[in-house]
Nanobody, 125 residues
């Protein structure tokens, strides 16, 4: 079970830090990621992190502004979002895999076994 939280309404330039604990049927987690979907657009990759070595991957649109991190003890992933822009407005979903995904596949939605309900982020200009 995945449940993202921590979204909200902010102004451009502000920050948010959504989180997503993995529990229950997801079992042991090896990789977690964040995806987002804006109204009228397709879902897109945001960031991902592997539990074993901490390897990360980011979409070009968020590099330098977003940071993904994990708390292995809590089996929780975080997404520190800084310098938010109106184009970051979307529903943000966390996803988990019980496999260690290879770096080149971290951005593929099909690599993940479990998906949670999203948390809405709205950035006003």
């Amino acid at each position: 079970q995945l449940q993202a939280s921590g979204g909200g309404i902010v102004q451009a330039g502000e920050s948010l830090r959504p989180s997503c604990p993995a529990s229950g049927r997801t079992g042991r987690t090896y990789t977690m990621g964040w995806f987002r979907q804006a109204p009228g657009k397709e879902r897109e990759f945001v960031a991902a992190i592997r539990w074993s070595d901490g390897a990360t991957s980011y979409a070009d649109s968020v590099k330098g502004r977003f940071t993904i991190s994990k708390d292995s003890a809590k089996n929780t992933v975080y997404l520190q979002m800084s310098r938010l822009k109106p184009e970051d407005t979307a529903n943000y979903y966390c996803a988990a895999s019980r496999s260690q995904i290879i770096i080149s596949a971290l951005a593929r939605a099909a690599s993940y076994n479990y998906w949670g309900q999203g948390t809405l982020v709205t950035v006003s200009s």
